[in-house]
């Protein structure tokens, strides 16, 4: 069982940049790979952003490429979401999971709120 738990979420002003953290519990972070996920009101959970254990393959959703960079320590057993160039469209709760192959998440963190002021 993996607990994750987000934070670092807050109210910007577009055009600002946030940077969000997800740990997780227990030493077995590193055979995970790693994912960020956002929902806004009324809309479904979209992919953002994921990561392999390896940092070997790191891929975006295009809605955010160029502007959000993904990142981990796998020492600190966190997973970060470095956000830039913040739009109001960006405004939802973000979600962290864990999956042991890319693709299959299996944990999935309480939510951290983004909300961006235009």
């Known amino acids: 069982q993996v607990q994750l738990v987000e934070s670092g979420g807050g109210l910007v002003q577009a055009g600002g940049s946030l940077r969000l953290s997800c740990t997780a519990s227990?030493?077995?972070?590193?055979?995970?790979?790693m994912g960020w996920f956002r929902q806004a009101p009324g809309k479904e959970r979209e992919f953002v952003a994921a990561i392999s254990q390896s940092m070997s393959n790191i891929y975006y959703a295009d809605t955010v490429k160029g502007r959000f960079t993904i990142s981990r320590d796998n020492a600190k057993y966190t997973v970060y979401l470095q956000m830039n160039s913040l739009k109001s469209e960006d405004t939802a709760v973000y979600y962290c999971?864990?999956?042991?192959?890319?693709?299959?998440?299996?944990?999935w963190g309480q939510g951290t709120q983004v909300t961006v002021s235009s």
């Open positions: 999971s864990a999956a042991r192959r890319l693709g299959s998440y299996e944990y």
């Open positions: 227990g030493r077995t972070f590193s055979l995970y790979a």
